[in-house]
């Protein structure tokens, strides 16, 4: 890898989330905690699926799944460099969308795929069910140590640089399309967690 694409790859990892950065940045995403929450049933995301008398309770419940719906996507999507049969559309919408599917462009272009899974421990941080379209913030510690981006023919793992970041904080914005939850904007910050 030259000394260029080292340096994008590592501004992409410093801003890379839920996905992450601009095109032509060699990518490798990211997430944190326990595996354990990984494995967890998902939920619908259609907000009459899960009913509760606490019906901020059911938001957050709803908008978890949706945001591990968005990750499960992710991984496939960038284990083979392309969000075709990931659902990828199903869980990320304007920003949140643009940026996953940028990405996947660069990798394809690069002729790298990213194996393994990151962790995640989301927070659902805040809830507004007073507006239209509903609102939700999450905030997760995202780790990638686990997440190689490796070259896809090869399977070669990429040399990165050892300053980057592997476990950072991200923000996550999701908030209603229609009667759905769904990602819409997701911001890395250079801090560790």
Avoid at 42 to 49: F, G, V, W
Avoid at 117 to 128: D, F, G, R, W, Y
């Amino acid at each position: 890898m030259s000394i260029s694409t080292a340096h994008d790859t590592t501004r992409w990892l410093r801003r890379a989330v839920v996905v992450t950065t601009a095109l032509g940045v060699a990518v490798t995403a990211a997430g944190c905690g326990s595996g354990d929450e990984e494995k967890k049933p998902k939920a619908s995301a259609s907000p009459s699926a899960t009913k509760s008398s606490d019906p901020q309770a059911t938001a957050k419940a709803e908008v978890l799944a949706v945001y591990r719906g968005y990750w499960d996507a992710q991984v496939k999507a960038y284990a083979k460099a392309s969000p075709l049969d990931t659902d990828l559309d199903k869980y990320a919408f304007d920003k949140a969308l643009g940026k996953a599917e940028s990405e996947l462009v660069a990798l394809k272009l690069n002729g790298n795929v990213i194996k393994g899974e990151p962790k995640l421990s989301p927070e659902v941080t805040a809830v507004n069910l007073e507006e239209s379209p509903k609102k939700a913030t999450i905030t997760d510690c995202v780790d990638v140590t686990n997440w190689k981006l490796v070259k896809a023919k090869s399977g070669d793992e990429v040399k990165l640089p050892k300053e980057r970041l592997t476990r950072f904080v991200t923000t996550i914005n999701v908030r209603t399309v229609g009667d759905k939850w769904m990602v819409v904007d997701t911001q890395q910050q250079d801090r560790t967690c």
